[in-house]
């Protein structure tokens, strides 16, 4: 079954993913006022999550969908697809040619399949549970690096304020070791991680959808997933830390400093 699972997911990923291309392609897009390119936004979203959706459901119509637009939105499924029709929609918003479909398959709080989709590069990414992690077909691994220092580590900013003064912290830290970035697709970012290009990458105060696809493809291909204190890492607490084993083992430790 998870075969037909990960087929379905691949092609509902193509589907939205020609969504956002179409609208990213359109030159009335490039800049607009923030109120008009947000609504904009949202129905593109909204577009992208009904497509997705159904596809998932008349295939599978006893999984239920947990997505960021017009979807269940439930803690806990012993099982769920995760949908983010719309990874990196600052991005996508300013045109800026970073964003994702990402779609997630899990079972009982543990990711089974992993889909992520860059409609711009066309980059399937992809992953079943213990099969391995795949870049359009060609199987990928989590960098050999194992100095932090100058490592390319990828951040970014949480929305609630009460985590603002930690980050900045962990920056500053970061900044003395390395050259920080902060590129704005969670699962774009995990996916890069997994093939080797980014060598760390932690978060807070993500949501499920964000994460659920990225999670297993950055597992599969080598990499060490935790929250950024060490612990386990909890979809629904939405702070990750992923990295591969040396990277992640001095990382934690710079950030706990």
């Avoid at 890492?233 to 040396?246: H, K, R, S, T």
Wanted: with cysteine.
């Amino acid at each position: 079954m998870s075969s037909s699972i990960l087929e379905a997911m691949i092609i509902a990923s193509f589907t939205g993913g020609n969504i956002l291309k179409k609208y990213f392609e359109k030159e009335n897009l490039s800049v607009l006022q923030k109120s008009v390119s947000y609504d904009l936004v949202t129905n593109i979203d909204i577009e992208s999550q009904e497509e997705i959706n159904s596809i998932l459901t008349k295939r599978f119509p006893d999984i239920p969908v947990v997505g960021e637009e017009d979807s269940i939105q439930t803690r806990r499924q012993s099982r769920a697809f995760y949908v983010d029709p719309l990874d990196g929609t600052f991005n996508f918003v300013h045109k800026y040619p970073f964003f994702s479909v990402s779609l997630g398959y899990w079972e009982n709080n543990e990711p089974v399949i992993g889909v992520v989709f860059d409609p711009i590069r066309r980059d399937l990414f992809y992953a079943q549970k213990g099969e391995g992690a795949f870049l359009n077909g060609e199987r990928i691994t989590v960098s050999d690096r194992t100095i932090l220092e100058g490592s390319y580590l990828v951040t970014g900013f949480p929305y609630k304020e009460g985590k603002h003064s930690r980050i900045e912290k962990e920056i500053r830290l970061a900044m003395k070791l390395t050259d920080l970035r902060v590129l704005g697709s969670t699962a774009l970012e995990l996916c890069y991680v997994a093939c080797g290009i980014i060598d760390g990458y932690w978060e807070y105060d993500l949501s499920s959808w964000d994460l659920a696809g990225g999670v297993l493809i950055a597992k599969e291909a080598g990499a060490i997933i935790t929250d950024p204190s060490g612990g386990d890492f909890d979809l629904y607490e939405g702070d990750i830390l992923a990295a591969p084993p040396a990277i992640h083992q001095k990382l934690l430790k710079a950030l706990k400093q």
